[in-house]
């Protein structure tokens, strides 16, 4: 069935908002003269626009798919997206988003890749997290053969992996897609409330995964102070206390566990956590000259019992938080490296301190050496 485009448009200008009305004489003259790229710029702009929501799905349907095939086909989807964001019922957007995929499949990768990404995520506001699995490793495939993606795409793909893997309550996996998804976006372009709910996710999932305990990107990350000043700012406190291995600050913060269910039913595992925390702190804070720790020492600065000091010896070394050897007879901990971490400014001063310290024994040792000679 042919359709009279000048006339669809002429009917649609007349249901538009004022201000957008102008924006379809434009896309009738740029039609007519066939300039595709200028057109989609300008359509991209207009379905951008708030209100343009309620037009987007025919102007899509009727406008846009007359001249899909002499678009970039990343486009055409990024205007498809657009249009499913206002269908309301998930299996329909669904099977739009599917039609999508099909028409672009032949014809581009790449756009291939963002539209399976997009359908992947509502199959998982669906609840079917093993149809998104699929999607989501069958675009992984691809993207992995490209030498250069458009950063969209990669944007989706991270987002899409950080849904499942938060569904499904995978705290490292969702970290760290969570933060590839950051760095491909600018966040100052995430409305507030989503940076607020990406930033205390990512708090949770680093406090709460098995194999964080470095928290130094998530702390280097401008979506953290998102936090401050809010009725999460609690977590923001509690990374940094993790960080910095402070027991008693940690317990004064364990009244707030009780808001986040995640983080409530991992005490025991919290606990152990700040344990290994101070222990690498205690080793941190002391010059490599130093680092020979007695169990004693390492009960007082971790709060555990003489029986669990080996046990957490043993786990940080494990884990890669230091390095180093247990004299068990003499029962001294040998350390010879410590993982490094993100500094406070009280620790940058400890720091400074010992670098004075340090440079002072230098200079004494170089005068009594002149003095020998």
């Not at 500094?343 to 009594?368: A, P």
Request: aromatic share 10%; glycine share 4%; hydrophobic share 40%.
């Amino acid at each position: 069935m042919t359709v009279d485009i000048e006339a669809f448009l002429a009917e649609e200008r007349d249901k538009a908002d004022e201000e957008l009305t102008v924006m379809f004489l434009q896309f009738e003259e740029l039609w007519s003269r066939k300039l595709w790229h200028q057109l989609t710029e300008s359509l991209l702009e207009f379905f951008n626009k708030p209100q343009s929501g309620k037009q987007r799905l025919s102007i899509y349907q009727t406008f846009v798919l007359s001249f899909a095939d002499k678009i970039n086909q990343l486009n055409l989807v990024s205007l498809g997206l657009l249009a499913a964001s206002h269908i309301q019922d998930k299996n329909d957007a669904l099977n739009f988003l599917n039609e999508l995929k099909g028409k672009v499949k032949g014809t581009s990768q790449e756009a291939y890749v963002y539209a399976t990404v997009e359908a992947a995520k509502i199959k998982l506001q669906l609840d079917d997290f093993e149809g998104g699995r699929t999607d989501l490793d069958e675009s992984e495939k691809i993207l992995e053969k490209f030498d250069s993606v458009e950063s969209m795409v990669h944007a989706s793909f991270y987002s899409a992996n950080a849904d499942y893997y938060h569904a499904r309550q995978e705290f490292a996996s969702y970290y760290k897609n969570s933060l590839l998804y950051l760095a491909c976006i600018n966040i100052d372009d995430l409305p507030v409330a989503d940076r607020q709910a990406r930033a205390y996710l990512l708090a949770v999932s680093a406090l709460a995964a098995d194999t964080i305990y470095n928290f130094g990107e998530l702390l280097l990350h401008p979506i953290l102070d998102s936090l401050k000043g809010t009725q999460h700012e609690w977590i923001h406190a509690l990374l940094y206390t993790f960080n910095e291995g402070n027991i008693g600050k940690y317990e004064g913060l364990t009244v707030h566990l009780a808001k986040e269910p995640t983080l409530a039913s991992r005490g025991d595992f919290l606990r152990r956590k700040i344990r290994l925390s101070a222990l690498t702190e205690a080793v941190f804070v002391r010059p490599p000259n130093e680092r020979a720790l007695s169990f004693a020492t390492i009960m007082k600065e971790t709060q555990v019992a003489p029986d669990e000091v080996e046990h957490l010896l043993m786990k940080a070394l494990s884990l890669g938080l230091i390095r180093g050897s247990i004299d068990q007879v003499s029962g001294i901990a040998r350390i010879s490296w410590v993982q490094p971490k993100v500094l406070t400014m009280q620790q940058i001063k400890g720091m400074r301190d010992r670098l004075i310290e340090w440079d002072s024994g230098v200079s004494q040792l170089s005068v009594w050496m002149e003095n020998k000679m």
